[in-house]
């Protein structure tokens, strides 16, 4: 009983940074049809970030937790929207008339691009960050107990807190409702009078941002990376925002959830050699039933 | 008319000079991950055989000719390390190499540098399956993981007295080789394991086999796999209140691991395998020192290196800079180096392996442990 409990928090806390990641990819399909590959490298680049802010703060002297983490989190959210921002009008807007192979090609060559000047930059080397939370709870449960770290805690409510925010600033606000209408219908917003392009250009950094945050939360949690994180967890944030239904915003936090939960009790139950196995056959069996995901809505071929 | 001339005295010229520069340098690449996630240990070889090398130079060379080192980056990938190997032996025109770290590398490259007749001597990879194929041309002066599994498995079976032991392995061929090799020496004692699963490279989130691992209440947890991953894995055993025994191999040889676990305090206590301390040896005291004075810490395969380095060099060295000859040569022939005189049998491992059991601090430093 408390390994199940256990292996839920797990895969609870995995599944909220998978979740927030996929939200840059569901975004960005959702508004201009494309596969942004380079998002997980976007991800990469903000755990740089984090560890250049933790750096500097505690070079300046600020040692307390909530200042690190509220400076960090500023610091590598604002900075990595503007490689959102950058990489769009870089590599995708010049391209926005074309077919849709030349924009995946600009994606991947976007995506190597980041690692190789990551790599150069920085360093091939692993990099830590020093552990900033430390300590945790502990439940008894029956004979046994469960272990939260204040950190794991600290993810899930910040993840939840990133989500409700950007779901709030997409259904309530201006911004939220152009990005809609833009989703739904690019020509006839612009016929409306927004600016569509500086709509996709904020759908970046919003991306981005939600990728920086989810950035922050693991490599203040695991401590370690490089400059070639970006990919594993990339194809897995992905994963989950077709899981979830690429396009629908509630459906890449569920599926992020869901890839994270199954992926934590099957190699805790069952075995960990084959958890991606098992992950990416859920994934085949759903889009067999559901083709256009959990919460996706078919597309319909417009004429 | 002229012209023509002109220019086939230019290419005959151009030609000649090139010849000459291949002839006055004995060409040696040196292997490894230079860059990724396994740089650390690629930097190791390099700082070890370009020391060993420019001693060797200063000292005149090989028999006159001076050693020009070639770096070869194979980033721990299989594929790569083919595509270098095939570099190394058709453009560079190596006729060693020192290298490569990884099993999973050395054992797809040692196949054409048999092919070219060029000799392999690697400082690190420690697969049973590298020499164990009967290739003439290779030789380590590392030992092997079945030596080092029986290391770990009797500290584990008799000054531990462990009951119950959970196996971890990366799934590459280093790592669930040395695993599997001290399952068996375990399984012969008597002891069965009570879990054996494997993580995926690359990742950082292990905390659902951390789970696992505490659901079969294992007492010692035996990893095969690099620092990268075992770094996190021991990070989130201690974060989950498992405070289980940490054993693992030489694939954690480095600092890295204390940065990558996050703070010293992780690694404290966590035990492996190696063999007895590379800078203790009499005849290296010298290198030791320079090194030292550099700044620069002959940590893990540094020296190791520098052997390889010396080895190749002497094998080279009493047959003319043939390489086939030198390879038959070494079969036979004990070499002085700065980690003792070594002498290799038929497969070309080492005849005396001599692994011993290391601990890690709270500092982050380990040290040799007392048994």
Known sequence: ?303 | MSKAVVRKTLISLAVASAAAVAQADVVIGVAGPHTGAYAAFGEQLWRGAEKAAMDINAKGGINGEMIKLVKADDACEPKQAVSIANRLVDSDEAVAVVGHFCSSSSIPASSIYEEAGVLMVTPASTNPTLTDRGLPNVFRVCGRDDQQGDVAASYIVGDLGAKKVAIIHDKDTYGKGLADAMKATMNAYGLEEVLYEGLTRGEKDFNALVTKIRSVDADVVYFGGLHSEAGPLVRQMREQGLTAKFISGDGIVSDEFVSVAGSPEYVDGVLMTFGADPTSYPAGKEVVEQFRSEGIEPEGYVMYSYTAMQVVASALGANDLDPVAASEWLHSNKVDTVMGTKQFDDKGDLLVSDYVMYEWDANGKYSMMDN
């Open chain 1, 1 to 303: 009983m408390d390994i199940v409990l256990q292996q839920l928090v797990n895969g609870l806390t995995l599944g909220s940074v998978y979740g927030l990641i996929a939200i840059g990819y569901t975004m960005v399909y959702g508004i201009i049809g494309m596969i942004n590959f380079a998002h997980g490298d976007v991800y990469m680049v903000s755990s740089y970030l984090t560890a250049i802010a933790i750096a500097l703060l505690t070079f300046f002297g600020m040692e307390s937790f909530p200042i690190i983490i509220f400076g960090t989190l500023i610091f590598t959210i604002v900075v990595t929207g503007a490689y959102g921002w950058v990489i769009e009008r870089v590599a995708y807007r010049p391209l926005r008339n074309s077919s849709r192979l030349s924009v995946l090609i600009s994606a991947i060559g976007m995506s190597l691009i980041l690692q190789n000047y990551v790599q150069i930059s920085q360093g091939a080397r692993q990099q830590g960050v020093p552990t900033l939370l430390t300590g945790a709870i502990r439940f008894d449960v029956g004979d046994g107990f469960v272990q939260i770290t204040y950190m794991k805690l600290f993810i899930l409510f910040a993840a939840f807190l990133g989500m409700g925010v950007l779901t709030y600033i997409i259904q309530k606000t201006k911004l939220g409702r152009m990005c809609r209408a833009t989703q739904q219908d690019r020509k006839m917003a612009s016929i409306l009078g927004i600016n569509t392009d500086r709509i996709i250009s904020s759908v970046f950094v919003i991306g981005a941002a939600m990728a920086a945050l989810a950035g922050v939360l693991i490599t203040l949690d695991y401590g370690a990376f490089d400059f070639y994180v970006g990919f594993i967890i990339g194809i897995k944030a992905f994963t989950a925002a077709v899981l979830g239904g690429i396009g629908s915003l509630p459906g890449a936090m569920l599926g992020g959830v869901i890839l994270g939960l199954s992926e934590a009790l099957f190699a805790g139950l069952i075995s960990s050699d084959y958890k991606d196995v098992f992950s990416f056959s859920l994934l085949v069996i759903i889009l067999i039933f559901r083709p256009s995901g959990l919460l996706g809505k078919p597309e319909v071929e417009k004429v």
